[in-house]
């Protein structure tokens, strides 16, 4: 055989592997990086609406316990200016007494005074 002979036979055999390959090897490997792919996608997609799902979850916990921040503020301011409102009122009444019985005791002086003036004079 010569060169040219031995050379047309590599070539062929190359041809037919390639063509082999091709055929049957190459579709199974496309299969599979395809098969891949989908899975690939599948799993981004499920952790995304995971994220998406946590997320909403929290922003919810978050708005609840905004609200509860809120309505617990306005409680204690609410009690606050109830406490104080009461204060007031307390003072107020209790300032009405002294002055009652401040009134009372310069009356008291007064004629305390006018009975040392009489036991004085007589």
């Keep these: 055989m010569d060169i040219h002979n031995i050379i047309a036979v590599i070539v062929g055999i190359v041809t037919i592997s390639s063509v082999l390959y091709k055929m049957l090897i190459e579709p199974t490997i496309n299969a ?33 316990h905004l609200q509860d921040y809120a309505n617990y503020k306005d409680a204690n301011l609410l009690q606050a200016n109830g406490l104080n409102e009461r204060i007031n009122h307390t003072w107020n009444k209790t300032e009405k007494l002294f002055n009652d019985e401040k009134a009372e005791r310069k009356e008291i002086q007064a004629f305390l005074q006018k009975q040392n003036d009489l036991k004085t004079r007589a």
């Design 32 to 64: 599979k990086i395809a098969s891949l792919e989908t899975k690939g996608f599948l799993i981004i997609d499920n952790f995304k609406s995971n994220i998406n799902d946590k997320f909403i979850t929290l922003d919810r916990k978050v708005d609840i």
